[in-house]
Structures are given as C-alpha cells and as structure tokens.
C-alpha cells in the first residue's frame, strides 16, 4: 500500500496535469509570437513535467 504523502503528492500531481491541459493555457500558449505558434512546445514541455515528476514521486522508496 502506498504511503499517505505519496498518495497526496499523486492527487497534487493530477490536479497539476489538469491544470496545464485546461484550455485557457493552451491557448495562451496557440497565440503566435513572432510568426511562431508556442502551442507544440508548450505541449510538448508541459507532458515531460508531468510524465517527469510521475516517475520521480513512484520510483522513490518511501521512507519507514
């Protein structure tokens, strides 16, 4: 079973998730700046956040 901060800092970690995937910051980011649409690195940096601190919060052991 998994420890109660762990369990914690999962929930944080979605409500993360579903917060930089809500579209007012996608489309924040889909405004061309420059001639350049940020939306596709946008995306991209915010999926690697979030795919990045999911594998740092299970692959570490929980401390007894």
């Not at 995306?43 to 299970?58: H, K, M, R």
């Amino acid at each position: 079973m998994m420890a109660p901060r762990r369990t914690e800092r999962l929930v944080v970690l979605v409500i993360l998730a579903a917060l930089l995937f809500t579209p007012p910051l996608i489309l924040l980011a889909d405004r061309p700046a420059g001639g350049l649409s940020w939306l596709a690195a946008y995306l991209f940096v915010a999926w690697a956040l979030v795919i990045g601190l999911a594998a740092w919060l299970l692959e570490r052991e929980p401390k007894e």
